[in-house]
């Protein structure tokens, strides 16, 4: 983030926090995350300065203030990391600042936010306005905060989201001394936009969602910078932010103990069109033992037409594997899954782990493991990078 | 032979009598029960939820619980996790339904996910406590069926004593034993008995306040488990009533935004 915008949301914020004392019910909420983690790979890397062992610890302050009877909110996220030895890693961001009214059905935001769109678990095709924190974690489940204009309006026949976005948030790639990297570091100077506009190129994006019975719906379409540099050409490797237009649909059918998710993309643009999808299922067995156990067991394949130019890999893959929730006073939970290439040997095992210890804090455990990764797709970059990263968190 | 027959007749008659009538007093007494807690609208509660293990080890979790009075449908609740830290602001919305199953969606904080759940696991423990999620979902007429015991005495007070049988064949239950209140039909005590018919928990309401001049809400619910020695003691703290909450203060977009 620019110094400038940084300025201008603070400033924002100051003046939104300055409104709020002419209030008279207010309440505020302060939590704090901070977490200790060793990353460690099983190989040596195989680019000069990566080391095998990781050692970061890290801090999530939080922020809500409520105000007129919950109809005013003010969210704050803040979020910074330390590694021991990836100064990339090493890093901060505003997950959240935002402002937000709420009247009848119509609820407005202004500022930085985290939106999620989409059903599927091992793909997140449809995900598309927050752009991924790469060196935060592997899954993409992290995301930096992006700037918008929110509007929401909830009507019998479904919720509409409006967006404005004005600000492209650069994705920060792992440093030399990191792993799971490509060969050359790729820095921020690295970055080329298709757009004159850089990334101050204005972007809209649109959504309706709607619940029908048992059937959860979402049609979005997206018209900006694309999240993901895109390639035609596996040679000239220059990440390049292209201007695209993206409609996603993703559907969820709820039928007793089985969800049927679904969710696909067209994505057009001046580089490469695609088209993208997840598809599958997940079946729970619950209360197991009669001790609350429950065992899910998921399975999805995922497609995507840009083939060997796939950025994640996913072309044509199946993707398999088993929850265990224990629903103890501990919430332990265990997943472990496979996503295994039907076109060629690759494959990917993990496995996430967590559970609170006393009432505070909580430990993770997460393994990655590359199996017979093909030369032919990106990860290959990848292939001696299998690790496991243990975390301990504490919640205050 | 004729008038054995006839006489059989009239027996297994008076006896299908007996049983409905016996139903129809149990249904009856449910339906009392129902009636006099109509007209709440809506309602708001902070919980706090005491888990004892048999050691007598205790962990605490607090939560706030909003619930929207609906008479064509089963009512609309939202659930928002307050403690532990490392699960607050996860908070679930549940459109209950007299007949069919329940619609369910759970907000993830960490990712900002709203997500669809299957409502088919009812009989799993509600947070690791000795609550199941069919214990505290809205107690519809309509999932059960009704058989009239006895009267009793129960906390010091006169009881209609029924049996109850879930209708849902996903219920972790073969059957509950409930005892109403005879004045106002409160409930005071419910037994509950497992798949293999055995007593499994003891629910005890305490410390009934009565709120708007009609609307009972124990202080105090106890749950213990016979079969673990387990104990889960349920705090009820600042019940508001005809709080204004509408069908809007329940939609996905109000989950998420409950949760924050």
């Known amino acids: 983030m620019t110094r400038t915008k940084l300025l201008f949301y603070t400033t924002l914020f100051l003046l939104l926090s300055y409104k709020i004392h002419g209030q008279e019910k207010y309440s505020g909420d302060f939590s704090l995350k901070s977490g200790a983690e060793d990353r460690f790979f099983f190989k040596d890397g195989q680019y000069d300065g990566q080391k095998r062992n990781y050692l970061s610890v890290s801090v999530q302050p939080e922020y809500s203030l409520r105000w007129n009877d919950e109809k005013f909110l003010l969210k704050v996220t803040l979020f910074g990391r330390y590694d021991q030895h990836d100064q990339r890693r090493t890093h901060a961001d505003i997950r959240e600042l935002?402002?937000?009214?709420?009247?009848?059905?119509?609820?407005?935001?202004?500022?930085?936010?985290?939106?999620?769109?989409?059903?599927?678990e091992s793909a997140h095709i449809v995900n598309i306005i927050n752009q991924t924190d790469v060196v935060e974690s592997f899954d993409g489940e992290e995301k930096l905060g992006q700037p918008m204009i929110h509007y929401s309006y909830q009507s019998t026949v479904g919720t509409l989201d409006l967006f404005y976005m004005q600000y492209f948030r650069k994705p920060t790639f792992p440093g030399s001394d990191g792993r799971l990297r490509t060969p050359f570091v790729i820095t921020d100077?690295?970055?080329?936009?298709?757009?004159?506009?850089?990334?101050?190129?204005?972007?809209?994006?649109?959504?309706?969602?709607?619940?029908?019975?048992?059937?959860?719906?979402?049609?979005?379409?997206?018209?900006?910078?694309s999240r993901q540099p895109l390639f035609n050409d596996l040679q000239d490797f220059q990440p390049v932010f292209a201007v695209i237009n993206q409609t996603g649909i993703d559907v969820q059918a709820t039928t007793g103990p089985v969800l049927w998710k679904a969710e696909a993309i067209h994505n057009r643009n001046d580089i490469l069109d695609f088209t993208a999808f997840a598809a599958g299922f997940e079946y729970t067995f619950g209360n197991v033992n009669g001790n609350g156990l429950d065992i899910g067991l998921l399975s999805e394949y995922l497609?995507?037409?840009?083939?060997?130019?796939?950025?994640?890999?996913?072309?044509?893959?199946?993707?398999?594997?088993a929850r265990f929730a224990f629903n103890n006073t501990r919430d332990t939970q265990l997943l472990a899954g496979v996503i295994i290439d039907l076109q060629r040997d690759t494959q990917l095992a993990s496995v996430e782990a967590n559970q609170r210890?006393?009432?505070?804090?909580?430990?993770?455990?997460?393994?990655?493991?590359?199996?017979?990764?093909?030369?032919?797709?990106?990860?290959?970059?990848?292939?001696?990078?299998?690790?496991?990263r243990l975390a301990v968190n504490k919640y205050w | 032979m004729k008038q054995i027959i006839l006489t059989l007749t009239l027996l297994l008659h008076i006896e299908a009598v007996s049983l409905a009538q016996s139903d129809a007093r149990?249904?009856?007494?449910?339906?009392?029960?129902?009636?006099?807690?109509?007209?709440?609208?809506?309602?708001?509660?902070?919980?706090?939820?005491?888990?004892?293990?048999?050691?007598?080890?205790e962990s605490e979790r607090y939560l706030e619980n909003r619930t929207l009075e609906l008479h064509d449908d089963g009512d609309k609740s939202l659930i928002v996790f307050n403690s532990p830290k490392d699960v607050e602001g996860t908070a679930t919305l549940t459109f209950t339904h007299k007949e069919s199953p329940d619609d369910q969606w759970l907000y993830l904080p960490s990712l900002n996910r709203v997500k669809?759940?299957?409502?088919?696991?009812?009989?799993?423990?509600?947070?690791?406590?000795?609550f199941a999620y069919e214990d505290l979902s809205s107690q519809e007429v309509e999932k059960y069926n009704y058989k009239f015991v006895k009267e009793d005495n129960v906390n010091g007070t006169a009881a209609h004593v029924v049996e109850r049988y879930p209708l849902d064949?996903?219920?972790?239950?073969?059957?509950?034993?409930?005892?109403?209140?005879?004045?106002?039909?409160?409930?005071?005590?419910?037994?509950?008995?497992?798949?293999?018919s055995a007593l499994m928990k003891t629910l005890t309401y305490n410390n009934y306040k009565q709120y708007l001049n009609k609307h009972w809400r124990a202080s105090e619910m106890i749950m213990e488990?016979?079969?673990?020695?387990?104990?889960?003691?349920?705090?009820?703290?600042?019940y508001r009533f005809k709080t204004g909450l509408s069908d809007q203060d329940f939609s996905q977009n109000s989950l998420a935004r409950a949760g924050k």
């Open chain 2, 169 to 196: 064949p996903k219920s972790g239950y073969t059957k509950q034993v409930v005892w109403y209140n005879k004045g106002n039909y409160r409930i005071e005590k419910i037994d509950f008995y497992d798949r293999k």
């Open chain 2, 116 to 130: 669809r759940i299957s409502s088919d696991n009812k009989s799993g423990p509600f947070m690791g406590s000795e």
């Open chain 2, 225 to 238: 488990n016979h079969l673990t020695g387990k104990k889960t003691r349920l705090l009820f703290e600042n």
């Open chain 1, 303 to 321: 497609y995507d037409s840009r083939d060997d130019l796939s950025l994640s890999s996913l072309q044509n893959d199946l993707f398999a594997g």
């Open chain 1, 357 to 388: 210890l006393g009432e505070s804090w909580k430990i993770e455990l997460e393994g990655r493991f590359f199996i017979n990764t093909s030369a032919k797709e990106f990860i290959y970059f990848l292939r001696d990078d299998s690790f496991v």
């Open chain 1, 189 to 225: 100077d690295l970055i080329r936009f298709e757009s004159d506009l850089e990334e101050y190129r204005p972007e809209v994006a649109i959504r309706w969602s709607h619940y029908i019975g048992k059937f959860d719906l979402g049609i979005s379409h997206f018209y900006g910078t």
């Open chain 2, 26 to 57: 149990g249904l009856e007494i449910a339906q009392k029960a129902d009636e006099a807690d109509k007209g709440f609208e809506s309602s708001k509660v902070s919980l706090k939820m005491i888990l004892t293990n048999k050691h007598g080890q």
């Open chain 1, 98 to 120: 935002y402002w937000q009214m709420v009247k009848n059905n119509h609820e407005l935001s202004i500022g930085l936010k985290k939106i999620f769109w989409g059903v599927t």
